[in-house]
């Protein structure tokens, strides 16, 4: 297996988690900035260089979001 399908499977398995835990989507929300906030503090651990990089996924991931809303698909 691929570190791609690693990280993948892990994914999958925490959202699982996440609703066996917590059945209403109204409350992930919380959950989502948590993680975004771990991110970019790993980002920025790493490398300062490393800050303005996760920024730019943070625009691109915007992109994704409002794409979602307009067409209703990832």
């Known amino acids: 297996m ?5 990280l993948r499977d892990l994914l999958t398995e925490t959202a699982q988690e996440i609703k066996r835990l917590s059945s209403n ?3 992930w929300q919380h959950w ?3 993680l975004m906030k ?3 503090q790993q980002a920025t651990n790493a490398s300062p260089m490393d800050s ?3 920024r730019e996924m943070l625009d691109s991931l915007m992109d994704s979001l409002r794409s ?4 209703g698909s990832w």
């Open 38 to 40: 771990e991110l970019e």
């Open 2 to 6: 691929s570190n791609d399908d690693d």
């Open 32 to 34: 989502l900035v948590y």
């Open 25 to 27: 989507p109204s409350t």
């Open 52 to 54: 303005s990089l996760y």
């Open 68 to 71: 979602r809303f307009k067409t």
